[in-house]
T-cell receptor, first 111, second 110 residues
Framework: DAGITQSPRHKVTETGTPVTLRCHQT?????MYWYRQDPGHGLRLIHY???????DKGEVSDGYSVSRSKTEDFLLTLESATSSQTSVYFC??????????FGQGTRLTVV | QKEVEQDPGPLSVPEGAIVSLNCTYS??????FMWYRQYSRKGPELLMY??SSGNKEDGRFTAQVDKSSKYISLFIRDSQPSDSATYLC??????????WGAGTKLIIKP
């Protein structure tokens, strides 16, 4: 398995609170991605990074921000969580933008 | 219209059957085509990928791309209950982004 760890694995939070999800990799891969997965929508890209401090928006970036200060860590922040952000979040890594390897996911519930 | 269309299923077949999973896409510029498998409550895992048109075989799995009809297929021979999962197709665009199908849920009945 690719060395990729997401934390926390489960989280319940209240509407309006900030939440940060962490993705940590040990593969030294250049590309890192955050996706959300919801029934009926499949995987949707939130943000991605192509290097330290280099990030860009995906198709569903509103309400989310990211940071990558080190190669191995990619943080996803929900500035003010809403119930529509209840989802399963996946981090993925890729060395050259072709094969992507996924973490185990974080189940986030916003109540 | 979505860029990648995939029947969500579920597709239920008996053990030992040949399974055919399919996607269609709209962007003729796609060159790499990935297949991922996702077990319940797990992250997707890469099964195999092909470049441009043609076939690629890996054990019981064969991936096929027909760029002229924009059609992607994954065949599973001698299907096993352990193959029960959701299968996602994902072409890669020119910006190195994967464009995901919705996934097909496959059930192999013992």
């Amino acid at each position: 398995d690719a060395g990729i760890t997401q934390s926390p694995r489960h989280k319940v939070t209240e509407t309006g609170t900030p939440v940060t999800l962490r993705c940590h990799q040990t593969e030294n891969h250049r590309y890192m991605y955050w996706y959300r997965q919801d029934p009926g929508h499949g995987l949707r890209l939130i943000h991605y990074s192509y290097g330290v401090k280099d990030t860009d928006k995906g198709e569903v970036s509103d309400g989310y921000s990211v940071s990558r200060s080190k190669t191995e860590d990619f943080l996803l922040t929900l500035e003010s969580a809403t119930s529509s952000q209840t989802s399963v979040y996946f981090c993925a890594i890729s060395g050259h933008g072709t094969e992507a390897f996924f973490g185990q996911g974080t189940r986030l519930t916003v109540v | 219209q979505k860029e990648v269309e995939q029947d969500p299923g579920p597709l239920s077949v008996p053990e030992g059957a040949i399974v055919s999973l399919n996607c269609t896409y709209s962007n003729s510029a796609f060159q790499y085509f990935m297949w991922y498998r996702q077990y319940s409550r797990k992250g997707p895992e890469l099964l195999m990928y092909t470049y441009s048109s043609g076939n690629k075989e890996d054990g019981r799995f064969t991936a096929q791309v027909d760029k002229s009809s924009k059609y992607i297929s994954l065949f599973i021979r001698d299907s096993q209950p352990s193959d029960s999962a959701t299968y996602l197709c994902a072409p890669r665009d020119s910006n190195y982004q994967l464009i995901w199908g919705a996934g097909t849920k496959l059930i192999i009945k013992p």
